[in-house]
């Protein structure tokens, strides 16, 4: 064996005892700290309730905001588009 394939091999073999004890790990709290966890459960929810609200609206759609300037390029060749006649590029547009 030359010394990197041996190298190799002890990375592999370190690997799988790595998760081996932290698979053993998650077991032990899991098990011992059950009630603890399901005890916070609910408070997690409440906790998820404003996160989710206000990531909500910092990303993706932005129908009516004009204040970037691509988004109101966008617009104005939309309507430009949608005057001639022709069909509108984005089929999602509402």
Avoid: I
């Avoid at 698979?23 to 603890?36: C, D, Q, W």
């Avoid at 459960?41 to 932005?62: D, E, I, N, S, V």
């Avoid at 204040?67 to 590029?89: I, L, M, V, W, Y």
């Amino acid at each position: 064996m030359d010394s990197h394939s041996h190298d190799h091999y002890h990375r592999k073999v370190g690997r799988w005892v790595f998760w081996g004890f932290a698979l053993v790990a998650v077991y032990f709290l899991y098990t011992e700290h059950r009630a603890h966890l399901f005890s916070v459960l609910p408070f997690l929810l409440l906790a998820a309730c404003p996160l989710m609200h206000l990531f909500h609206h910092h990303g993706g759609h932005r129908h009516g905001d004009s204040g970037d300037d691509d988004g109101g390029r966008e617009r104005q060749r939309d309507q430009a588009t949608d005057t001639a006649g022709q069909s509108h590029p984005n089929p999602h547009h509402h």
